[in-house]
């Protein structure tokens, strides 16, 4: 927070003694600024038995003076200092109230069971033509969207593809490299909320960049380059991804780079499909989650992944602890109806014995 404030400078005339000043001479030793909340602030700093400052003169001679900046007050008292720490704290009470003005005391919060995720990315680098990773054509662009698998939805306004320009490689090492840095964004929203239960302990898959790499000739004809996808992190944070591209003979449906959208089945089998490998393709994402289960991460010092199993990420896992419990109770009542069933028959036994004797 920039504060108005009071400056002073330090300066010095290194012209000669035998020639009249002039402004080019002069030079800014040091300046000294008083602001509004009285604190004084010193640049450069002091020494402090750090080696001098050096200055030079514009003149022909270009002459090298060095000079020090040295603090020559008294030491402050306690009294001093601890009137010096209130202000200080003062000061950052003042700004932290700022800030607190600035952005409010409410965040915008998803609806309940419902994570929110925003993904901030960047389209980095290509790799062309150094085997055996190889484009076969220069003059690169890439057209690439956002595949949701189910449970994920989007707003109406959310842009979801997009087309990055054209760009030509340049020589770094041993391959030739084009440098996009093509920015995006997106947010999605997930909410598991079928009323049919092998939905609800169906393993959630996260959304998917699905990427086309393509060039253009002096005769603005495009061709495909390659393929490949990008599966956003389950985790929040940043992280830098190189992905391989390959290239079939012919590709009508581009998803089929993934997980094709007409695809019902359990298993999916790619064999006997032809392709060739090409190029990479680095992606730089920045990931962010946001759930009211976040919340009481805090208070109940919960991890990340129990938090997801509030939200339906990791279902499966639950699914598996229902079952594991439900054993331990059984397993519980099988071994008291047997202990009940041993003293029953030892009851019996010794009646028996009573009878017979």
């Known amino acids: 927070m ?8 330090i300066m010095a005339d290194l012209s000669p003694r035998e020639r ?7 030079v800014i030793l040091g300046i000294v600024a008083l602001d509004c909340n ?11 038995g750090r080696k001098p400052y050096v200055v030079e003169t514009s ?3 270009k002459e090298v003076f060095e000079y020090m900046i040295e603090h020559a007050s008294k030491v402050m008292n306690r009294q001093e200092q601890d009137k010096e720490m209130k202000m200080y704290r003062e000061v950052y009470n003042r700004h932290k109230d700022f800030l607190q003005a600035c952005v409010g005391d409410e965040f915008e919060m998803p609806a309940p069971d419902v994570l929110r995720l925003l993904v901030y990315g960047e389209i980095g680098k290509f790799y062309v033509k150094s085997l055996p990773k190889n484009f076969e054509f220069d003059d690169l662009y890439c057209h690439f969207f956002v595949d949701l698998p189910k449970f994920w939805t989007a707003e109406k306004h959310q842009q979801l593809s997009w087309v990055t320009q054209t760009c030509s490689t340049k020589v770094e090492g041993r391959d030739d490299v084009a440098k996009f840095s093509f920015p995006f964004s997106f947010e999605l929203f997930y909410k598991n909320d079928s009323v049919n239960e092998d939905e609800q302990d169906e393993v959630p898959h996260f959304p998917l960049i699905m990427l086309e790499v393509l060039s253009l000739d002096s005769f603005k004809r495009f061709r495909t380059e390659g393929y490949t996808y990008v599966t956003i992190p389950n985790a929040p944070g940043s992280k830098k991804i190189t992905s391989h591209c390959w290239r079939p003979i012919e590709l009508e449906d581009q998803t089929y780079t993934a997980i094709p959208s007409t695809f019902q089945g359990s298993h999916l089998s790619k064999y006997g499909f032809r392709t060739e490998t090409t190029g990479e393709v680095t992606v730089n994402l920045n990931v962010m989650m946001q759930a009211r289960a976040f919340m009481e991460k805090k208070s109940q ?3 990340l992944g129990s938090l997801l199993d509030n939200l339906g990420v990791n279902a499966v896992q639950a699914n598996i602890a229902s079952v594991l419990e439900a054993f331990k109770k059984a397993r519980q009542r099988m071994m008291q109806a047997r202990e009940n069933a041993e003293k029953e028959l030892t009851k019996t036994t010794g009646r028996s014995v009573e009878s017979a004797a």
């Open 2 to 9: 920039e504060a108005p404030s009071q400056v002073m400078y």
């Open 20 to 26: 009249p000043a002039t402004p080019d001479e002069e």
């Open 38 to 48: 009285g604190v004084l602030c010193m640049r450069p700093d002091f020494n402090r």
């Open 59 to 61: 003149s022909f001679g």
């Open 301 to 303: 010092k919960r991890s």
